[in-house]
């Protein structure tokens, strides 16, 4: 329950490919193939220090996974290969979980206020209880667990999403020289294609009107915008498309995803121009650059954040696995 954001996106990243093997694995309900009594004949997948990870515990945590997993696997032998590496996964988390607490308790200083841990259990049952502390405490029931036992397990959730935090933010400083290097030895990626900055207003055929008549519409407009009326204001005055309210503003626009009819206009167009009125069948537009981009290499300066963004994940990746390779170390696990 507490791990499963983690495991989905462990298990997406994963790729399998849509089959139908969902099909030939009929509606098997969640824990009876996961073939979890079989790997584990005595109920135990592991312990760390005085915790025993059971078999339930890991179930508890794929379960909902595994419909998923019967919908995209190609085959029996991919579905099953897939399974045991998730079961693998989720086992190290739960490790992981118990270590990293560990290492919290160890500074006598640190504590997560009771406050804290009866927000979230409230916030639990309302987002997945509707509510309804009978549900509730039916669901506690079912795990053979206690409303103190779970106010542990909630605390100890807690301190382990606090104390991963805290490792990645201690990776927070990135050096110019860092991210100059990235950027020289990475450039291929930071190619950009021709895109604008786009607003738009449209004119709409409504009680008989012609072609022409929304052209002078649009002639108009396009003489109020050159007497120096903003195109956002005439936009919320006279636009007939979805983002009036926006002042016509449709964001940045790569001219991969423009329609022809606005393609061959709009990329001969610097910056603060507009379009003469464009006629089409649906209605009559006008089209304003905002801003342009040209395709190319970005210079460093625009990518620099962007950069400094990687760099500290990537490095808060690698100083995570070896501050946990040290907890995995110095602790005491054993798998079955």
Known sequence: MMLGRRIVLTLLAAGLASTGFAQASGSAQPGSNDGLNLRFANGIAAIAEDKVITVDDVRREISPLI????????????????????????????????LIVKEF?????????????DNRIAEIQSEQFDNDRSKFL???????????????EVEEDIIYQYMRQQQRKSQS????????????????????EDSVHLRLMQFTHANGESDADLKGKADVVLARLKAGVKFEDLAKEFSQDSRRAKGGDWGWVKRSDFRKEFTDIVFNMKKGECSEPVVLPEGTFLLYVEDRKYAGIQPLDDVRDQIERILVQQMGQVSQEHWLERLRRNGYVKHF
Not at 180 to 189: G, I, L, S
Request: cysteine-free; overall charge positive.
């Open 67 to 98: 419909p998923q997993l019967q919908r995209e696997a190609r085959s029996e032998k991919e579905f099953n290969e897939k399974l045991e590496a998730l079961q693998d996964d989720v086992i190290q988390q739960l490790i992981d979980r118990v």
């Open 105 to 117: 308790r160890k500074d006598e200083k640190k504590h997560i206020p009771a406050s804290f841990v």
């Open 138 to 152: 039916a669901y506690l029931h079912g795990r053979g667990i206690t409303l103190r036992d779970y106010h542990k």
């Open 173 to 192: 400083v990135i050096s110019p020289v860092r991210i100059e290097t990235f950027y020289k030895e990475n450039r291929d990626r930071f190619y950009q």
